[in-house]
């Protein structure tokens, strides 16, 4: 992600800065110079935070999975453990066969 960000902002100044090329503006601006910008830091926060988010609706998704399992090893049925535990009644029965593959 930090190489997708200095990219952007390299493509930002290009396209502000139209008659340097690129090595002209490698020299006006160091790496080190870019990662002090507030661009720069704003970016990195972002993704930072867009990291967090995603790893928390994948740890609630398997959370919810594990659930799945439990439940359909207890004998409930695919739309009371769907109903619990908010995924799709495919994903739960996709869930109930690759248990069964695995047993």
């Known amino acids: 992600k930090r190489q997708d960000i200095l990219e952007?902002?390299?493509?930002?100044?290009i396209y502000k800065?139209?008659?340097l090329n690129r090595k002209e503006i490698e020299k006006?601006?160091?790496?080190s110079d870019l990662r002090e910008t507030k661009v720069?830091?704003?970016?990195?926060e972002?993704?930072?935070?867009?990291?967090k988010e995603e790893g928390k609706e994948?740890?609630?998704?398997?959370?919810a999975r594990?659930?799945?399992l439990k439940m359909l090893s207890a004998g409930f049925p695919v739309p009371?453990?769907?109903r619990f535990t908010d995924l799709s009644p495919a994903t739960i029965e996709e869930l109930q066969r690759q248990n069964a593959h695995d047993v």
């Open 58 to 63: 994948e740890g609630k998704d398997e959370k």
């Open 66 to 68: 594990q659930i799945a």
């Open 17 to 19: 800065l139209p008659k």
């Open 46 to 51: 972002e993704g930072r935070e867009e990291g």
């Open 28 to 31: 006006m601006f160091s790496l």
């Open 40 to 44: 720069y830091q704003e970016a990195l």
């Open 8 to 13: 952007l902002i390299e493509t930002i100044l």
């Open 80 to 82: 009371e453990i769907a």
